[in-house]
């Protein structure tokens, strides 16, 4: 499965924006997770979903804040962000692993199968 993301730019403070993560195949069987890593940071778990919606993870620091879904055709994950903060800048990178990972493998990116190129997200007045 290949990922693309794609929707980041520029936004000012408490603005919002949808990130995708499109697949070149269903990402049905997939659970999907966003990460982020920031500049001379170390890439940071946002939120993930499990295979069908069926359960959805977030960071502590963006629950509230940030909604992953997916789309009917589920060749699409989102990432709508809300209230962005300029702590949000970073490049954004969506990933899968198939099958029925734990909640805690979801949130660390080292057993993820598939990862899309990256997307950069700039928080700035």
């Known amino acids: 499965v290949q990922l693309q993301a794609s929707g980041g730019g520029l936004v000012q403070p408490g603005g919002s924006l949808r990130l995708s993560c499109t697949a070149s195949?269903?990402?049905?069987?997939?659970?999907v997770g966003w990460f982020r890593q920031a500049p001379g940071k170390e890439r940071e778990f946002v939120a993930a979903s499990r295979r069908n919606s069926a359960s959805t993870y977030y960071s502590k620091s963006m629950k509230g804040r940030f909604t992953i879904s997916r789309d009917n055709a589920g060749n699409t994950v989102y990432l709508q962000m809300t209230s962005v903060e300029p702590e949000d800048t970073a490049i954004y990178y969506c990933?899968?692993?198939?099958?029925?990972?734990?909640?805690?493998?979801?949130?660390?990116?080292?057993?993820?199968?598939?990862w899309g190129q990256g997307t950069l997200v700039t928080v700035s007045s």
């Open positions: 990933g899968a692993i198939a099958g029925h990972p734990l909640m805690s493998t979801m949130m660390t990116g080292d057993k993820y199968h598939y």
């Open positions: 195949a269903t990402l049905s069987n997939y659970a």
